[in-house]
């Protein structure tokens, strides 16, 4: 069991830069591979990146390859994602999930998630 708790979200001009924070409670938190997902108003959740369980392996979609980074320390049971270069099309709720094993892109395989932060970009 892993409960996760986002933070750092906020208004960012375009160009900006941001840091999410994940924090999880429960002995395990190395355990598990960690997901990062958004949500836009009226569109799917997307995935964003995936860190392996030590950190070693990261996955990013296309359109932030470049700009965005996630990291992890296992010695404070939290995850980052740094947000380089932000765009208005960064504009979303982010989300952290976990799950056990390898991280994928399919929400669906997330077992826990925490309740997201907003990231607002202006233009």
């Known amino acids: 069991q892993v409960q996760l708790v986002e933070s750092g979200g906020g208004l960012v001009e375009a160009g900006g830069s941001l840091r999410l924070s994940c924090a999880a409670s429960?002995?395990?938190?190395?355990?598990?591979?960690m997901g990062w997902f958004r949500q836009a108003p009226g569109k799917e959740r997307e995935f964003v990146a995936g860190i392996s369980w030590n950190g070693d392996r990261t996955y990013y979609r296309d359109s932030v390859k470049g700009r965005f980074t996630g990291s992890r320390d296992n010695g404070k049971n939290t995850v980052y994602l740094q947000m380089n270069s932000l765009k208005p099309e960064d504009t979303a709720v982010y989300y952290c999930a976990a799950r056990t094993f390898t991280p994928t892109m399919s929400a669906a395989e997330y077992g826990y998630w925490g309740q997201g932060t907003q990231v607002t970009v202006s233009s």
């Open positions: 429960g002995r395990t938190f190395s355990k598990y591979a």
